[in-house]
Every structure is written in C-alpha cells, then in structure tokens.
C-alpha cells in the first residue's frame, strides 16, 4: 500500500516539470520506412545490412524490399494488415520487414527456433493472412487462411522495384511484437510508426548517425530487435546481421573486428557474460546499452575501469513503451551505490512515480511507475479489457493523452534520476 502524500507546488513543478522536461523535434509525420528511402536517396551505395552471407547497399535493399512488396500487393494484401515474417536472421530478413512496411502493413516476427504451437497462437491473435518466409523455413507453418510467400522464389525477383508510395500515416501499427508469456499466453503489442520513430530520431541516449554500426544480435522475438535494425537504417548507418538465432558471445570479437561494429546492445546477464570471458569484444566499440533487469554494479565498474573510452548505458523499458522508456548515462568517474540507476526519461517520454490514487509521491517515496508520451503503444492485439486496464487516461496531460502502468516500484533520487 502506497501513503497519501502532499507535496509543495515546487515539488509538484519539478517532478511534473522539471524531471519531464524532455520535449524534442523529430520527424513526426512521417514512418519508418520513410526515413530508411530518404536514405537511400541520400547514401544509396552504403552498406545497409551486412553478414557473413553478404551485405547489401540501401540501394539493394530498397529495390528487394520494394520488389516483395510489390508481388505482396498483387496478391491482395491490403494496407493495415498484419504480416508474419518467418525468415532465419540473415539480409532476407530485413528485406521481409521493409517489404510489410512498405506495402502499408505492420509485421509480426515469428522466431523459427520457437515451437509450432507457440507461433501458430501467434497466427491466430494478428489473423495473419500471409506469412513470408524463405528456404530455410518454407513449408514448416500452415493454417487455412494462410498463403505462404517466399521472397527468394521468382515471383517476388520479377516484380518492380520502384517504390511503392502508399499513403501510411504515422498513427499505423508499424509492428506486433509478443510479450515472454511468462505470465500467460503472451500478448501481442501493437506499436504504430510513431513510436519507432520517436524512439530512434530526435534522441540523444545513443548517437543516431551514418557513422553508427549496431550488432544485431538480439533474438527476433526480443523488442530490442528494433532498435538494432531500425535505429542505424534511418540514419543511414549499418546493422551487422549475426548468424544464428541467439547472441553468440564467443562471435562478438570477431563480429565488432570484421565489421567495424560501434555499438552493442545487450541484456544486463549477457553484458555480464561477455565482459568476464570475452572482454576483448569491448576494445572497439564506441557505446555498449545493457537493459533488461538490474545491472550489476561490480561489472559496471569494471568495465568502466577496463574501458574507459566506452560510453556505457544501463537502459530501461517495456515492450508497451518500445523497449526504452528511460536510460542512465555511466559516465566515468561517477559514483554509483548499492545499485545502478534506470536513469531519466528518453527525449519525448514522461514518467511519473504514483501512489494507488494516482498521486505523484515525493523523490526519495517508493512508488509504481507509469510511462506516457510518443512512444507508447496502442494496446494489446484483440484484448480490449486489458488494453483499458494498462493503457489509462494520463490526468497530468493533454486531452486523450495515455499513460501506460507498468507494475514496477521505484523511487526518484537526489538527483533526478529514476
């Protein structure tokens, strides 16, 4: 139980105001796939997505994605649908979801490591009508209403490759990413394009530029995933493609050496793991993200002594938010307690510590976190109740503004960081 609290009107202004003070240009109106063709136009011969089974310019990409969508259209695929994507982590991948988007569709990621039971549920919750897959899993998903493209099979290859042009606001579900399920049956969160959008342009936590080159390294079926792929290809960086469908720490090194790989994102366990056996990952790289649970303290600290030209970030956020609602910058030489802070809300993000009332508490009071602003989700495919549960009316915005509860305790510090 939460206890009632009055607060001071400075109080009230500085963790309404001033802890919230987040507010930042960025490309508003316009989707992800948008940006990646601005892209294209921009830097047409960079490297888009690259592999150990090759790598492709935007100019590739742009052409084989458009190619996809195209064939999907002409199949009877309408804009707004949702699409599964069934390929094993390789370029075909990102073709996949660039197609879906470009067709005017949101994508749904189906891990081919995962059981047949677990993604045919998966089907069901979105009513997929297509799934598109390539030869290493055609043939393994089938439903009756289910058609089955292969996007390395010749109808796609003989299709256009101009773009699209489809008219796709920024409100349009982008993508359904499905919850663990270690609470029940997973629950498909459907994000629109503004929520990617807002969390990978406009921001500051990571550096968003040409010049960025991300490991993809998280599972499919992972909300960091988006981050990996998106936050360099509408920027006109590069994501590395791992192979396999798990991170495999024993291949960073060489991951980060043959590819020139600037930035990691990994969970707080997986950052812990590499730093004590491989460390030698770390020596090239120019910003590493851990998030995901409680960051270890004793490893942070090492790897800050260790590496100390390394930006270091301890990040935090559900799937209901894109994965990253708040980050905490480990600068070197700055103190850190019995625990690693999650840090300060992202560009465009507010946060707000209430008691059961939904009444802001004082820093330094426990109390449960609810996330609001650009990035969050429209709800919970086909689960009005629970959407309406989660998702509430946000009492500190504006008219129709949402805030998202995400049942877990903090506290505000002396110093403004959550």
Known sequence: MFASHMLSAQERHRLLVEYNDTAAEYPADACVHELFEEQVRRVPDAVAVASDEGSLTYAELNARANRLAHHL???????????AVHVERSPDLIVGLMAVLKAGCAYTLLDPDFPHE?????????????????????????????????????GPSAASANDMGIDVR???????????GSTGRPKGVASPHRALV??????????????????????????????????????????????????????????VRTYGVTALQLSAGLFNLVLDEY??????????????EAASVAHVERARKMFPQMKLLNGYGPVENLGFSTTYDIRPGLP?????????????????????????VPAGVVGELYIAGSGLARGYVGRAGLTAERFVA????????RMYRTGDLVRWNSGGEL
């Open 118 to 154: 677990r993604l045919t549920a998966v089907l069901e919750d979105t009513g997929a009508p297509v799934v598109i897959t390539h030869e290493a899993t055609a043939g393994r998903l089938s439903t009756p209403y289910l058609t089955e493209v292969r996007l390395d099979a010749a």
């Open 279 to 292: 460390p030698e990952a770390f020596e090239n790289v120019r910003e590493v993200m851990t998030a995901g």
């Open 336 to 360: 850190i307690g019995s625990s690693v802070p999650i840090g300060v809300p992202l560009a465009n993000t507010r946060v707000y510590v209430l008691d059961e009332g939904l009444g802001l």
């Open 394 to 401: 946000d009492p500190f915005g504006g008219a129709g503004e």
């Open 73 to 83: 259209i002409g199949l009877g695929v309408r804009p707004g649908q949702v699409l």
């Open 198 to 255: 807002s969390t990978y342009t406009g921001q500051a936590y990571l550096a968003f530029d040409a010049d960025q080159v991300f490991l993809q390294c998280s599972p499919v079926s992972w909300d960091a995933f988006a981050l990996e792929v998106f936050g360099p290809l509408i920027h006109g960086g590069t994501t590395v493609i791992q192979p396999g469908q798990r991170p495999e720490p024993a291949d960073f090194a060489r991951l």
């Open 170 to 180: 920024p409100d349009a579900i982008a993508c359904v990413m499905f919850t663990s």
